[in-house]
């Protein structure tokens, strides 16, 4: 039984993000957000972090690593957090097989955090009402997570065309806005459906 769950990110609208969905997901299971400013620090850091925790981890407590994939090749930068989990000497979540337990899970957030708005695109309504009912409909964001062109670039022209954010999207304070309104069970975003169950595998 998951009695902790700490969850390392790359960024500030990341961590907003989780503070409002990890209580939606965890019920009354307590977590704790350790974020870095950017994912080249988080990737510089995290061998080390991971040492320091192996040290202590209870195993009623798991920790869950998430950043975006950017220009990477997922599968190299997969294995690149699963090898620091080995060296750390905890168990991944990939590592210990469907089922088992585990001290790591590893997840990548294809394209970027703002896939996941795109997948629950009610709480992008309810946060910002003037947002068009058409878009998971239209092509080119159907699928949250194939969108091209860069995902929050996509996000800040259809909030722009709404009415919101005239001088750029601020990042943070969307992220806060749209996951309070988030329902993790109506989410279309693949890469936040295998976040989600990697979330829920501990409880």
């Known amino acids: 039984m998951l009695e902790k769950l700490i969850v390392i ?4 609208s990341m961590e907003a993000a989780l503070e409002h969905l990890l209580p939606k ?12 400013q950017c994912k080249d620090e988080l990737l510089k850091k995290l061998p080390d972090r991971l040492c320091a925790y192996s040290a202590w981890l209870s195993q009623s407590w ?18 690149t957090l699963e090898r620091m ?3 750390a000497g905890l168990i991944s979540k ?18 970027e955090l703002e896939a996941w708005f795109f997948g629950d695109w009610l709480a992008a309504q309810a946060a910002y009402p003037r947002l068009p009912h058409s878009i998971p409909h239209k092509a080119g964001y159907r699928i949250p997570d194939a969108i091209l062109g860069g995902t929050w670039e996509a996000l800040e022209r259809v909030l722009k065309k709404g009415g919101y954010f005239s001088t750029g999207l601020r990042k943070i304070e969307c992220a806060r806005a749209v996951a309070h309104h988030m329902v993790p069970e109506r ?4 890469s936040f459906q295998e976040f989600d169950k990697a979330v829920s595998a501990g409880l």
């Open 9 to 12: 990110v790359e960024e500030p």
């Open 25 to 36: 997901i965890l019920g009354n299971v307590d977590f704790e957000i350790r974020r870095f």
């Open 62 to 79: 798991a920790i869950l690593v998430l950043v975006d994939r950017d220009d990477d090749d997922c599968l190299t930068l997969k294995q």
């Open 85 to 87: 989990a080995v060296r």
């Open 94 to 111: 990939t590592r210990a097989g469907y089922g088992r337990p585990f001290q790591v899970a590893n997840r990548i957030a294809i394209e």
């Open 187 to 190: 989410n279309t975003s693949k």
